[in-house]
């Protein structure tokens, strides 16, 4: 009897720890995750990322990217952007490998900033000395307004970023 009530308690105590450590569902977040990927050239470009939603709130002021501030380039986990060959991006070389996208605002000036260190919760940790490449591209007006911030990637290897009235770009080749 004493075996049984401790195999009972072992079996009880093995199936909480391991629904601990199970993943929440990422659909049912707020912002839900996205994954956009495409085929340019012989390089394969990814972009994991969470969608944030304006829902009646100031970019800028209420919503992230604020002048100024590093931000994760979408919601949750920092953004994920990931090549599987070395590239070029705006002209400048990036080598092959998975990287933190984040962003850093200055009125319609964006700087795009690829940072080693991709596994990490939002910009919190984020740290400027591990950035690997900084690039600086123009905002122009998204038309129509993205109420979801969108990421989407050309055949020609053109990234854009959507959100709100902002749509940003840049060239991987």
């Known amino acids: ?12 105590f093995l199936l909480f720890a391991f ?11 707020p912002s839900p995750p996205a994954l956009v990927k495409e085929k340019v050239g012989d390089v394969t470009i990814t972009i994991d990322y969470s969608q944030p939603s304006v829902k009646g709130r100031t970019i800028g002021k209420d919503l992230e990217p604020k002048d100024g501030v590093v931000w994760r380039t979408g919601a949750n986990e920092a953004t994920i952007f990931e090549v599987d ?3 070029t991006v705006e002209g400048k070389p990036l080598e092959e490998g998975k990287y933190g996208l984040f962003t850093l605002v200055s009125g319609d000036e964006w700087t795009i900033i ?60």
């Not at 629904?19 to 569902?25: G, R, V």
């Not at 109420?147 to 050309?154: D, L, R, Y």
Request: net charge positive.
């Open 114 to 173: 690829f940072n080693k260190n991709w596994n990490q919760w939002g910009a919190f940790s984020y740290k400027e000395d591990e950035d690997v490449l900084r690039v600086k591209v123009k905002a122009s007006k998204a038309d129509p307004f993205a109420e979801q911030f969108t990421i989407n990637i050309s055949e020609e290897g053109v990234v854009t970023l959507l959100w709100g009235d902002s749509k940003v770009t840049f060239t991987v080749k």
């Open 85 to 87: 060959k070395d590239v």
């Open 19 to 29: 629904s601990s450590f199970a993943q929440p569902d990422k659909s049912k977040r």
């Open 1 to 12: 009897m004493k075996k049984i009530i401790q195999s009972t308690l072992v079996i009880s």
